[in-house]
Each structure stands twice: as C-alpha cells, then as structure tokens.
C-alpha cells in the first residue's frame, strides 16, 4: 500500500467555564493554546509499526504480522468511527499486556494510537508498515488538552496517510486546514482516542484541537463564537500530576452519592458559562468596560468554588487563587484539575511589573507560569518548511 507521509499539528486548550459540567451536558467555553502537538508519519518498509513519543519517554515497535492476528476473519467493519469497539479495546489490552482500568500514562497513548491505527488502515484494506513520532509543547496530563491535541493528530495524520482524506497542502502553501466535512471526521475518531484514555469524554477538548479558536460546547454541539475579545490570560502549572479519568469518575461518584446536592452546582456552572459567553459577545460588539472584566472576575470565583464543591480542586490551586488575589488578580483551575494548571485573567490595566511580580511569585510557590496568546488555528497539516527547526529536529531524531 502506497501510504503518503505527512506532519500534522493541533493545539491544546484552555476551559474558561465548564470542566466536568461539560460531561454531563451542561455549556462549556474553550479556548485553543498556542502550544501544539507535532506528529510525523513516516512509511517503512520494515514490515514494522514503530510509535516514538519522546514525551512519555516511550519508544515501541510491533511486526504488522501480529497486529493482522487483531483483525476480524471475516473482514467484519472494525471500529466504528461513532462508537467504541469495546471488543477491540480488550484485544489491544491483552495484545500489550495492560490491565483494564490501568492509568498508565504510555499504556493510554500507546492503545489510543493502536486502536486508531487499526480501525483507520483495516479499513482502508490494508495495514502499512509505518513510523509515527510525536512530541508536545504541552505539558502531558496537566489540564492543557495533552491527550486531545494527541488524539486529533493521530486521526489526523492516520486518515491522511490511508488517503481516507485528501491532503490539503498545495504547492503555494506550506500549512493549510482540512474542510468542514474531514474535520468532522477526524474530531470524531479523535474522540474515540479520548475514550479509550479518558474513559468518558464529553469531546470539548477534540473540538477544540480540532477546530482551534473560541469554541461553545453543549452536549456535542459546537458553536464557534466569531466575535471575541482580546483576552490576556496567565496560565500556570502548578506541576501536581493527576488523571483526567480519574477526576470524571470522582465527579460521577459525587452525584450518584448527593444527586440534590451536586446536580444543582452543576447547573450552576452551566450559568456562570452562559453569563461569561454573554459577557465576551457584549465586550467584543462594544468597548469593553472595567464591569465586564470585574463580571468575568466574579464568575471566575464562583466557579473555582464551585470546582471545589465537586471534588477536583488541590492545595496548590488554592495558593495560585490565593497568591494571585494579592495582586489583584483572579484565578481558576483549568481542565480536570486535581493540581495541573490554572487560568488568571489580566485585565488591559494590569501593569506589566504586577504581571511580572505575580509570574515571580508563582515560581517561587515552585509553579511553572507564563503569558499565553489564546485562538490558535485547529489541526493542520504541514510541509517540513513551515515546522520550526527545532520541532523537526526532534521528530527526526527517531
Ligand atoms: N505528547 C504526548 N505523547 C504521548 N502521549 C500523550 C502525549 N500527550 C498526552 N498523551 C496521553 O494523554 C494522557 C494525558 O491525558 P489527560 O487527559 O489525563 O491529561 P490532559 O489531556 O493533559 O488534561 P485535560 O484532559 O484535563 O485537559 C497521557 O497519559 C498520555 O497517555
Ligand atoms: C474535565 C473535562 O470536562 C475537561 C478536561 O479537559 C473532561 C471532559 O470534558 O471530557
Ligand atoms: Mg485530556
């Protein structure tokens, strides 16, 4: 099978409103990073499926012979691109030897990549020989949407090597963007690599590494909200590890124990949500004003407490809220919580010395901290000129 090479990209995410409410069908508001994921796809002709993850520290190989033993005798459709094959999954645990309910960070990446490569090739009517590398901006498995960007790069970058979507690089650009239609496709396996390292993903962080931007995300409804404002966000990790699957299923325990009691929080997340949504169409139809920023800053507390309520904040994010309330400033946890990272708002009036200070103090608590652009373009493919040097030069390495 004559499979094309390709360099695909997608960027990580911030949550401003809705983490774990999301999940059970409430609104969320987020927002694509300037941190990408890079992916390589290289053929072989080594009879071999090479994964390089340089990230996670994790370097493996299987002969395409054994993976063929995975497939269906009788050429049955192998994972639905709409639901998971549970079946599938079981197979691929037994076949790298990893426990079902196993959190190991190079297990979930190395099933989430066998499963897409599987489903996308076998149905494509063969499976290639192959090298895939990959290597992140982002911090792994610290809020920042590490595991969608990796799943959209692999559905990506596997639909485009079986020629199951078309490339959209022409000779005049050196990056270009799927159409409406194979974003669509690749958002939803991607959304089936979540699954499989998430356990039940609401698919807010596909969209996002998907279609990049500002993005509403209600029950798998996406809306790209066009008209936005120049948000100037802080983001900090406070380098606590913890799991996104884990924090889910703590949040569903919660609800099943105190329906009456978390199911109204909830509800109350879904409105400080839609008051933030209202509040940033206002601020980018007019002038924004200090009352909007001080509304933003007043949802940003109420949820973080809310955050609290269900179960997934930490210690260390109490100290990012309290330290950067010294200066001004409000803060949240982003993503799953339970530690990994948080988001400040800066307002236009923040003076850079109170920016800088607050950066220095957050260091000091041990934290990592830095200004981030928000908005960034969704999955893209890429021609080696448009990689930066030094992201090529890790993906070659291997
Ligand atoms: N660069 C990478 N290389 C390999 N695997 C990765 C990479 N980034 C993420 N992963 C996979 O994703 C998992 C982390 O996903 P998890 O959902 O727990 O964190 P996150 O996506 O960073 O945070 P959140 O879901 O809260 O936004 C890792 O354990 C690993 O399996
Ligand atoms: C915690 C959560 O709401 C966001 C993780 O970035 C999980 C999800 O939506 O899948
Ligand atoms: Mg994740």
Same mark, same amino acid.
């Given at each position: 099978m004559q499979i094309k090479e390709c360099i695909v990209s997608a960027p990580g995410k911030a949550i401003l409103h809705g983490e774990h409410a999301v999940v059970h069908g409430k609104v969320a508001l987020a927002v694509s990073l *300037? !941190?990408?994921?890079? %992916?390589? %796809?290289?053929?072989?002709?080594?009879?071999?499926?090479?994964?390089?993850?340089? *990230?996670? =520290?994790?370097? !493996?190989? $299987?002969?395409?012979?054994?993976?063929? #033993?995975?497939?269906?005798d009788s050429g049955a459709e192998l994972g639905n691109v709409n639901e998971l094959d549970a079946e599938l999954v079981r197979m691929l645990r037994n076949f790298v030897g990893v426990s079902n309910g196993t959190l190991d960070t190079r297990s979930m990446a190395i099933l989430a990549f066998l499963y897409i490569y599987l489903c996308v090739f076998a149905k494509s009517g063969e499976l290639p020989s192959l090298t895939v590398s990959v290597w992140s901006e982002l911090p792994t498995g610290a809020g920042l949407g590490s595991s969608a960007a990796y799943s959209v790069c692999l559905a990506a970058a596997m639909l485009s090597a079986s020629g199951t979507i078309p490339s959209p690089l022409s000779d005049q650009e050196?990056?270009?963007? $799927?159409?409406?239609?194979?974003?669509?496709?690749? =958002?939803? $396996?991607?959304?089936?690599?979540?699954?499989?390292?998430?356990? *039940?993903?609401?698919?807010?962080? *596909?969209?996002?590494?998907? $279609?990049?931007?500002? !993005?509403?995300?209600?029950?798998?409804?996406?809306?790209?909200?066009?008209?936005?404002?120049?948000?100037?966000?802080?983001?900090?990790?406070?380098?606590?590890?913890?799991?996104?699957?884990?924090?889910?299923?703590?949040?569903?325990?919660?609800? =099943?124990?105190?329906?009456?009691?978390?199911?109204?929080?909830?509800?109350?997340?879904?409105?400080?949500?839609?008051?933030?949504? #209202?509040?940033?169409?206002?601020?980018?139809?007019?002038?924004?004003?200090?009352?909007?920023? =001080?509304?933003?800053?007043?949802?940003?507390?109420?949820? #973080?407490?809310? %955050?609290?309520?269900?179960?997934?904040?930490?210690?260390?994010?109490?100290?990012?809220?309290?330290?950067?309330?010294?200066?001004?400033l409000h803060s949240k946890l982003t993503g799953a919580g339970g530690g990994g990272c948080g988001i400040t708002l800066l307002r236009p009036e923040t003076e850079f010395s109170v920016v800088q200070n607050t950066i220095q103090d957050l260091r000091d608590c041990g934290y990592d901290c830095w200004e981030t652009s928000i908005g960034a373009a969704g999955v893209q493919q890429h021609s080696p000129l448009a990689v930066k040097e030094e992201v090529l030069e890790v993906l070659a390495r291997y």
């Open positions: *300037n !941190l990408r994921t890079y %992916l390589r %796809l290289q053929a072989t002709s080594t009879s071999k499926v090479c994964i390089n993850l340089p *990230n996670i =520290n994790t370097f !493996l190989s $299987w002969d395409v012979t054994a993976l063929k #033993q995975l497939l269906p050196n990056t270009a963007r $799927w159409d409406e239609v194979e974003m669509e496709l690749i =958002n939803r $396996w991607a959304f089936q690599g979540e699954r499989i390292i998430h356990g *039940n993903p609401s698919g807010v962080d *596909n969209a996002v590494g998907t $279609w990049g931007g500002i !993005l509403r995300y209600h029950s798998g409804k996406i809306t790209a909200l066009s008209r936005v404002p120049m948000l100037r966000i802080l983001l900090t990790n406070t380098k606590v590890p913890r799991s996104t699957k884990v924090l889910v299923a703590g949040v569903k325990d919660k609800m =099943n124990k105190f329906p009456s009691i978390i199911n109204p929080v909830l509800e109350s997340v879904d409105a400080v949500s839609c008051a933030c949504e #209202q509040t940033i169409t206002e601020m980018a139809s007019d002038t924004p004003t200090p009352e909007h920023y =001080n509304v933003l800053e007043e949802l940003i507390d109420i949820n #973080q407490h809310h %955050l609290n309520v269900i179960g997934v904040g930490h210690p260390t994010l109490d100290t990012l809220c309290r330290v950067t309330l010294a200066r001004g």
